[in-house]
């Protein structure tokens, strides 16, 4: 079982990333799974940032990220997506992508069996 995020980098405020988050080795179908995003930043806990159902029908978001970011997944190639615009200073973080046994969406970081290694997001104002 292994999740590999890639996209994170420095950008300055008001620009985009698009992170990636490629799924393998697991026995259960990666359509079958929630996906989600964390992140943590330096001394604060790991919260919610996006998910998404088994197809991205059902997505949902954070507040503070609503609006400006989009989680979106290929089941074809194992991938999920965290599509980031109008990036503020506050988003800097390391960011996990986490999957979950789970068919409906939830915010729950106990609830994602499978996490990432993460990957750096600082944006400079």
């Known amino acids: 079982v292994q999740q590999v995020e890639s996209g994170g980098g420095l950008v300055q405020a008001g620009g985009s990333l698009r992170l990636s988050c490629a799924a393998s080795g697991r026995g259960r179908t990666f359509s079958s799974y929630t996906m989600g995003w964390f992140r943590q930043a330096p001394g604060k806990e790991r919260e919610f940032v996006a998910a998404?159902?088994?197809?991205?029908?059902?997505?949902y978001y954070a507040d503070s990220v609503k609006g400006r970011f989009t989680i979106s997944r290929d089941n074809a190639k194992n991938t999920v997506y965290l599509q980031m615009n109008s990036l503020k200073p506050d988003d800097t973080a390391v960011y996990y992508c986490a999957a979950a046994s789970s068919w409906s969406v939830t915010t729950d970081p106990g609830s994602y069996d499978y996490w990432g290694q993460g990957t750096q997001v600082t944006v400079s104002s």
């Open positions: 998404s159902n088994w197809s991205g029908g059902s997505t």
